[in-house]
Nanobody, 116 residues
Framework: VQLQASGGGLVQPGGSLTLSCAASRSISSFNMLTWYRQAPGKQRELVACITTGGSTNYADSVKGRFTISSDNANNQVYLQMIRLRPEDTAVYYC???????????WGQGTVVTVSS
């Protein structure tokens, strides 16, 4: 299984970006899809996740600003980010969990830099 994250870039504070994660197979085969991020010198942290049933959860730091969604037809997961802050600067990774396979899959990461 391959997960290809894209959409990162340089954006000014207060700006917006939408990240995409394309899976090499049907995303409905996964139990949960998650976006993580890792800022320089910090541990990787969960940003947002979505289950196959559509339930979502967010880190407190991004609630109200980030939205995770999935597109089963195109096997993609999105992270819409608005009102970005410098502290959102990080490498963002997508992750997929299959409890049936007892497997966790990671994408390669996409860099988001929030700076003026």
């Amino acid at each position: 299984v391959q997960l290809q994250a894209s959409g990162g870039g340089l954006v000014q504070p207060g700006g917006s970006l939408t990240l995409s994660c394309a899976a090499s197979r049907s995303i409905s085969s996964f139990n949960m899809l998650t976006w993580y991020r890792q800022a320089p010198g910090k541990q990787r942290e969960l940003v947002a996740c979505i289950t196959t049933g559509g339930s979502t959860n967010y880190a407190d730091s991004v609630k109200g600003r980030f939205t995770i969604s999935s597109d089963n037809a195109n096997n993609q997961v999105y992270l819409q980010m608005i009102r970005l802050r410098p502290e959102d600067t990080a490498v963002y990774y997508c992750n997929a969990i299959s409890t049936k396979e007892l497997q966790t899959y990671w994408g390669q990461g996409t860099v988001v830099t929030v700076s003026s």
